[in-house]
Structures are given as C-alpha cells and as structure tokens.
C-alpha cells in the first residue's frame, strides 16, 4: 500500500528532504517485517519532489492523485503545507470515496490546526506555538537572559515563530528587550555576514530562529567567523548539516526545543536510534524523526482498526487516538487533528568523547557536539487551545 | 561607526566575489557576442571539484587544480560545442548554453547527490583575521577579498599589458582584420571561453567553502551575475567590478537598514533590489552603467 512523500528532493533543502524518506523508510520496512497493515499488506513510501514549491507540489499531488495513491506525508515548509490542505480538501469534496488523507510530520504554521484545520490533516509535530511556549516557558526561568533579537524565514512559519516569541516573552519575561526582529527571505541567502554583524551591534546575549536546512547552518556559521557570542535558541539546529556547520566552538551555545535526541533519559527508543544508525544514509547518520515513527505506527495502527484502506475511515480511526510513545504517551487531539507530545529543551555540549559530561554519548554527525537535556516538558506544558471549527464529512 | 566598517567590509568581500563570477561572463559576452547560461554552473563544478582535490590532498593544490580543470572543460565545451552552433546564430548558441547549464546540474548530481557536501575552509584560515572594537573579522573573508584584487589585477594587465592581451581587445572590435593578420582568432575565442570559465572555477573555490556547496548554488547565483553584467553594461570588465562592488553593499546595507516601507521593511526586499536596480537601469540607462553600445 503506497504513500507518498512529497518532500524537497533536489535543490538547497533536498538533504531535509532525504532524510526524512530514509527514517521513514526504515520505520515503514520494520511495520512490514512486523506483519504489515490489513493482515498481511505491505507499507511503502514513494518520494515525489515538490522543490519545497507550492506550486510544484500541486503538480507532484497531480501525479499522486493519477497513481491513485491516498495517503501522502509531508513535513517542509508551512507554504507548502498550506497548498496541500486546500488542494486536498478541494480534491476530496469533489471526489468522494476517494479521498486522501494528509499525515504532517514537521510543517509547524499553528494556523493548520486552528482557523485553516482540516478533518484530512494531522499533524504530528508540536507546531510553532506549542515548541514557543515550551521554549519561553524554560527561558522564563534563566534569569541571565536580558535581551533578544528574532531572527527568521519570511514565510508563514518564521512569522508564526516571530509572532510567538513576542508575544509569549512579553507575557512571561516582560524584562527581556527584543533588541532586533529581521525576517529573510526563504534558502535564498548565501551570505548571512551582514545579519550576524546586525545581532552583533544590537547587543544581544541570545537569538531565537525558527530556521531550517542550510539557513540554520549558514546563519551559525557566519556567526561563528565573526566570533558572535550569544546562545542561540532553535527549533532545528540538531541535524542535517547545522551541527558539522557550528563545531565544538558551539558547545554550550544552542539550545534545541524538539520531542527527542539521541542522550534522552529513559529513552525506550535507544536500540530503535542504535539499529537506524547502523543503515543510515552516508552523510546523514543521526536518527532525527521520532515523531516519523510515531506517525507510522500510528498510521498503521489506524488502519487496522478501521480494518479498512479508505481515508475516511483511517482519519476516524485516527483522531482521539491514544498511543504508547517511546518516551511517554501521546493523543492525537480529536477537536484539531494535533498531536500532544512531551517536549525536551536541549543544549549541545562536547559528547563525552571529547570531555564532556558523562550523559553525551552519542553525538550529531560526528561533530563532536551532542545533545543533552535541559528540561522535559510534559505533554500538557504545551498543549494550547484551538479555535479549529472541524467540518466532518 | 564599527558596524558599518564591519558592513562595510562584508560588503565589499561579497561583491569582489561576485565580480570574479560575473568577470568571466562579461568578457566571454564582450568577445563572442554570446551570454552563457551555464556560467554559473562553471562556479558550482569549481566549487565540487576543490571539494574533491582538497579531500584528496588539500585545499592549496585545490586552489590551483580546480579552475584549470575547469577552464580545460571550458575550452572543450567551447571547441566542439559552442564552435559548431556558432554558425547557427546566436538564438542557437544561447540555447545550448541554455541546455548546457541543466546537463551540468544532472551531472552533479549524479557524481555527488543531492545534498550539500562537507567542504570546509581548511584550518589555517579559519580564525580571525583582525578584531574592531569586540567585531572580529574572519581571515578568510580577507583571504577572498586577497583572490579577487589578485585576479582583478591579472586580467587587467594581461589584457593590457601582454601581445594576447592586445589581440584579444583587437579581436574584440574587428575579428577580420585581426585574422588577416594571421592570428587564431578561434583558439583566442577557446582560451578566452576557458579563461572565463577558470575564473567562474577558481570564484567556487573560494566560495564553495565560504558559503555551501550543494547542486542548487549555480541557480542560486545565476540570476544575480546576469544583472550584473546588464547594470555595468554588457562587455565592460570595470563596470562589472564597479557593478559587483554596489550590489554587494546595496545587499549588505539593505540588511543593516531598519527602515520600513509600508510596513515591509528594507532589510526584508534586499534580495529584490538588485533587480529593481537592473529594471531602473534597463529603462533610463540600457548601455549599462560604463557600457559602451546601446541596448
């Protein structure tokens, strides 16, 4: 039974993209060794490369529809999430008993499961307000924090995260001055020398940024030449490039808001994360993902309750769903289709190969940097409400 | 008044090395009347060919190995491509470049994949070069701007200075007379189309590392070398250099700015100006800004 994944595949975002398809195949391939969907039929993932464009992920959603192929993930950018939810929603009216349904791994616009929510997408990642309040919720109690400066992607999530930060710091830490807020635009800076000169003047001792691939690695290493000192609070500075792009001079500088990593205690994931490293893509050796395998088991858990391969019937099997998680239980909330998951605040220190602390074991790309955990935040901390008005078919 | 040294020079590192990409574009443009799409993916190939030298046996012989295969590429492209399109017109010769640029990008794919790979600034030059008031200022910028002045300088005395300097700017003007007096105007159009190459080569070298290296920078880059090559006016090597220096500080300062416009702020349109600035120019300028032709 094919899905598809329309994720970048080519272009400055491809290695997002890729890995994502491997970690999801490998999850895919251990639910078929575990007997499969339906009794006895076969999960597959087929990547279509959308180029990170809303425009050419309509067009690559064409192709899926004429494979007829029902269920598709995708996970980069909120642009182009935004697209599928209308496309989707339009095809599935239009076309009934052929729906499809839209599992979201890490598009994060808080708007998808709110004022936009949609009965055929879920969401399996904290969006962008959930991750802010977790985050702040931590800053709120570091009293060396005295001012900021936002930095993010000019595009639907940067501004949620923009949005959210100002918002929440105000409420939580009134005292922190935002000394700066620049939005740039989406992959298409090669030089960020003149923004980490900006944060520079203005003073900051910290910088949130929402950004991703090679704007996050970029960002940090003009930083780094330019002997920036400040401690960077992120979303996704744990993989795919960032962590090589910082080195050891980042230790202690970045924080990470994410569900997981690698050296997180009780993590009953561990040999799952130890047997992917052994398989993983060259370049690419960290398991990243634990919302993926979430998703999957999920998806595949649906479906063999809703003893059924329609998408209607997977989504009502879906939503309300509680699931034993690997580092504690999640529900995928009914009223907007969101995943509610623990939340881990993270710093990245020297793993304890090169001296530092003893929990550092495994560490990203082989940078010498590895993730330790700063807080948990239970599932509730981040939970926000909705003002999703679902319309069920 | 440090911020805006600290701009200042950011700026002008960025544009020096947008005048070595775009320095090749605009004497290949000046001699064969042909503007090469696939320029850029000269600078990508520079930048995945040090990648693979300096694995190998490091970055300084990268430096030098890099461009000249590059350039030698170049010149084969040139010699049983460009050469047998040429008598076609220049529609024909537009498109094969037009082709050449995406055969180049499946290429590397093909060879490296899809995903940045993990070329670095080697160790001697990652530091600080010097430090104003609290900003340092990474030895490697300055090792880029060092390239740039360094190959700016050659070209203009090899193009001034030496026999095939001159019998290039002769063949610029008058290609017949000058093949009457029995000089290999195709081999000058070859090396020059190699020349212009090797430096598109030797800009990825330096930039590959400074930046990132993945199969998207030729795209990422190609647009802006057009419009700088249409602001100084096609053809003109110093109003490319005068063209690279505004736009890379335009860029630059437009960051630095926190002006706001209707509620969208400078800093937020940087990547657009240059375009704007090219469309202005087009309008009440066509020759470019030290251009010597119309239009």
Redesign the interface.
Known sequence: MASAGLDP????F??VG?QGLAEFRFTVDAINKRGGVLGGRKLEVIGFDNKVSPQESLNQLKRVIDQDIRYITQGNSSAVAGALIEAVNRHNERNPGKEILYLNYAAVDPAFTNDKCSFWHFRFDANADMKMESLTTWMAGQKNIKKVYLLNQ?YSFGHAVKKAARELLARKRPDIQIVGD????LG????F???V??I??SGADGVITGNWG?DM??LVKAGR???LDVIWYTYYAGGL?TP?AMGEAAAGKVKIIAEYHSNVANNKAAKWDADYRKQAPK??PDFYFLRGKIMWDMFAKALNQAKSADAKAVALALEGMKHEGELGEVEMRKSDHQLIQPLYIMTLVKSAAKGGPKEAKIDLEGSGLAPVTEARLEAYTSAQPTSCAMKRP | MEFFLVQTLNGISYGLLLFMLSSGLTLVFSLMGVLNFAHASFYMLGAYFAFQVSAKIGFWPALVAAPLLVGAIGMLVERWGLRQVHKHGHVAELLFTFGLAYLIEEAVHLIWGRSAVEYRVPAELDGPLFRIIGSQYPIYRGFMMLVSVTVLVTIWLALTRTRIGLVIQAALTHPQTVEALGHNVPRVFMLVFGGGCALAGLAGVIGGNAFVTEPGMAAAVGPIIFVIVVVGGMGSLAGAFVASLLIGCMQTFAVSLDWSLAGIKISQVAPVLPYLLMVLLLIFRPKGLMGTREG
């Not at chain 1, 620049?182 to 635009?185: A, S």
């Open positions: 595949l080519s272009g400055p491809a290695n890729e000019d620049d939005l740039h635009p298409k800076v090669s030089d020398a003149p923004y000169a900006k520079k003047a090679n690695s970029l030449e330019a002997g490039g090589t370049g690419n």
